[in-house]
């Protein structure tokens, strides 16, 4: 996404959403006045934390006595050392009270959103999100459109940073339906645009620029429109850039007129962004240093997150040329005015890693290592950064999906006691009247009914836990009927197995959709059944493939060895089906199989088709036998094969041991006792494993 030049961010989006607080709260008599919000913004405490405390306490007072207090929890994110962040809640969470106190929903909403800014900055994602969704109850409690469409958008925001985009599209949604139905063409226009940010930075750029097609509205004279054209303008610029159409996008920046002077500067800058991807390096650089010496410095540029891309870049086309020096002194300059907080860390990346070929290039040795040293370190923060975002993505999304699904479960709890209880009084009256009417006789005939129903519904009870079963764990299911939702675990010993047919695209070309559909699940109904047997959990399919697992989610129902023999007997009915299919002159599949043992997280996961699903390591591992086997064989890791390699053909161990105690010394038996071993095993030695390196692999069979 284009940062944008502070100045114009100022120009452009004058209208703040802070904090979930909505259009409402913010036109509500309560509002301080601007001069008001001008002390408090030039009061030089602001600036220092307990400073900041104090001020606070002072809003806070002014709250209690009714007056100007809607902003108040604006500032309690502001705290970021620790001591400052518990001072911080504290505040926080006694305007809070005092909102809900006085029956304030607009500023318990506010309050809420500084209580949820403290908690992300804590890393508390699930406190932070609880804080968010309470917003929202408020908002949908009170009927309050407007504070809805707040709440929204921040937890819009919250997702995105977070990369969770379907997750912030569906809030921005939900927002401009609300603002849609509400008729408010003045916002609209931020919402779209916060539809394409969305989209964009999930890589969804075609359906970011039908967006803009839809939403963009004439232009006429007044200074609204003006400044929603002029982000229009850099919005569709972005898309262009995004979908890597950079004709278009240096059209665009080269036909645009921008509204005020202190933006030509950044038009200029993204002319040469396109011509530099155009390869047009020649008029890339002369638009660049037009562009420099229209804003004098670096510093008035740094709103241009692709700033330090395009220097870096321009920097490497004087270095192509023979100009080191002036490729020294361009990203010298940049490290030195531009900063950190204010660009990416890919900017400092893209300039790290030009400026030490540029130094080697005038054999200042000891800077050129410095600059690749500076590289170096921000390539590891970000990879470490990547793993922590994933770790993230995953807890926010299990959280999101449990606290809906819980909300679903208890309304629909709700409601059908508010229909029992309705059923039960009609009962109750129609009883009451029979009584009088048939006597003895209308209490034989109730009698009946009652218990034909009382039939029905149990009968009903049944199928539904039969469904319910069908899809979850039983202990799982009993979990979710119980507390309306179900925990996550964490299982240290699971033993995955993952199947794939080879060549499913081209058996599915010779096959009708019908005939498609019918060959995949007679093969899948099979497996069910095997692994039924063997006490094994199916966890999905996803296409051609098949997924179960072993040990969870209770660990006594199958064992690693029950794994391999139930692939076993996969593999052998493939073989038996393909002698079928062939005989009958119509495609067969095919299939490979691999199984990894290791610890995982089980857990359910949504509200709609909700399922029991596995995460972990140790899924991604054994994905990786599955893909790293062969043909009709069952290709196992070293830590499955450790388990498994002892078991003998009734279940027990080689010598005697138990499975659970691989140290107790052997038991000698005598030639007529000695079990066969259940598997012979193949070694393949290390195989090179995507994502993985080498590993140590086995081929088994029965």
């Known amino acids: ?50 400073g900041q405390y104090n001020l606070l306490t002072s809003i806070t007072e002014e709250a209690n006595q009714g007056s100007a207090f809607n902003d108040a929890p604006f500032y309690a994110p502001a705290f970021k050392d620790k001591d400052a962040m518990s001072r911080g809640m504290v505040l926080a969470d006694s305007i809070l009270a005092a909102f809900i106190r006085t029956g304030n929903n607009c500023g318990a909403i506010a309050a809420l959103g500084a209580r949820s800014s403290i908690h992300a900055d804590r890393q508390e994602y699930q406190l932070a999100l609880d804080a968010e969704l309470l917003a929202l ?151 660049f240093q037009q562009a420099l010496e229209a804003a004098k410095s670096f510093d008035e540029l740094e709103g241009f997150e692709e700033l330090g891309e395009l220097v870096a870049e321009l920097a490497a086309l004087h270095l192509s040329t023979g100009d080191a020096k002036e490729a020294e002194r361009i990203t010298r300059n940049f490290l030195r005015t531009v900063s950190r907080n204010t660009t990416t860390v890919y900017d400092h990346m893209a300039i790290h890693k030009t400026r030490s070929a540029a130094c080697a290039g005038l054999g200042q040795w000891q800077e050129a290592f410095a600059s690749l040293a500076a590289y170096d370190q921000i390539a590891d923060s970000l990879e470490n950064e990547k793993e922590e975002v994933n770790r993230t993505k ?66 009903a009870l049944h199928r539904s836990d039969e469904l319910l079963l069908n899809i ?28 794939d047919f080879k060549g499913f695209t081209q058996a599915s070309e010779k096959l009708t959709p019908q005939e498609l559909v019918e060959e995949l699940n007679t093969c899948f109904k099979a497996f069910d059944h095997i692994i039924t047997a063997r006490g094994i959990e199916k966890i999905k399919t996803i296409g051609d493939a098949y997924m179960c697992a072993g040990g ?73 036998m599955e893909s790293s086997g062969e043909v009709g064989q069952v290709n196992i890791s070293e830590a499955t094969y450790e388990l498994v390699k002892d078991v003998n053909s009734d279940g027990s161990m080689v010598n005697g041991k138990s499975r659970t105690d691989t140290n107790s010394a052997p038991i000698h038996h005598s030639p007529s006792t000695i079990r066969k071993p259940a598997f012979t095993f193949t070694s393949r030695g290390k195989v090179q494993v995507k994502g993985k390196g080498e590993m140590e692999m086995y081929f088994v069979e029965g």
């Not at 100022?10 to 802070?18: G, K, S």
């Not at 002077?261 to 390096?281: I, N």
């Not at 009993?478 to 199947?499: H, P, R, V, W, Y």
């Not at 199958?558 to 391999?564: E, K, Q, T």
Request: hydrophobic fraction near 45%; aromatic fraction near 8%.
């Open 552 to 624: 969870l989610p209770d660990p006594k129902t199958s064992s690693p060895a029950d794994v391999v023999h139930a692939a076993l007997e996969m593999q052998a009915f493939m073989v038996a089906r393909k002698k079928v299919r062939d005989a009958l002159g119509k495609p067969a599949f095919e299939m490979r199989v691999g199984i990894h043992t290791g610890p995982v997280v089980a857990g359910i996961v949504g509200v709609k088709k909700f399922q029991y699903d596995i995460w972990g390591d140790t899924v991604n591992t054994a994905s990786r």
């Open 394 to 459: 995953f807890q926010l999304q299990y959280i999101m999906g449990q606290r809906l699904l819980a909300d679903s479960l208890e309304h629909k709890i709700e409601m059908g006691r508010t229909r029992t209880a309705a059923a039960i009084d009609l009962t109750r009256e129609r009883n009451r009247r029979n009584i009088f009417l048939f006597s003895g006789l209308g209490l034989l005939i109730f009698g009946a009914v009652v218990f034909r129903q009382r039939g029905r519904i149990q009968k």
């Open 137 to 287: 109850k408020y908002a949908v409690r009170a009927q309050d459109t407007l504070s809805e469409i707040g709440c929204l958008s921040s937890l819009k925001n919250f997702f995105n940073r977070r990369n969770l985009y379907d997750e912030a599209l569906r809030m921005v949604d939900r927002s401009l339906a609300l603002t849609l139905a509400l008729k408010d063409s003045i916002n609209l226009p931020d919402l779209y645009r916060a539809r394409v940010y969305v989209l964009n930075e999930a890589g969804r750029n075609e359906e970011a620029l039908a967006t803009i097609r839809t939403a963009q509205q004439p232009v006429d004279t007044s200074m609204r429109s003006m400044v929603n054209n002029e982000t229009w303008q850099l919005t569709t610029f972005e898309v262009f850039i995004h979908q890597r159409d950079f004709v278009a996008a240096y059209e665009l920046a080269a036909s645009h007129r921008p509204m005020k002077d202190f933006m030509v500067p950044m038009w200029q800058l993204m002319q040469a962004q396109a011509l530099d991807s155009l390869g047009r390096y020649t008029e890339a650089l002369a638009l």
């Open 1 to 50: 996404m284009i940062l944008y030049h502070h100045q114009l961010r100022r120009a452009v989006l004058a209208i703040p959403i802070m904090c979930g607080i909505s259009v409402q709260c913010m036109a509500q008599d309560t509002i301080p006045s601007p001069g008001w919000l001008e002390k408090v913004m030039n009061d030089p405490r602001v600036n220092r934390p307990s």
């Open 472 to 499: 979850l764990p039983a202990e799982v299911a009993e979990e979710l009927k119980d507390n309306g939702s179900a925990l996550a675990k964490q299982f240290d010993s699971a033993t995955i197995l993952f199947s």
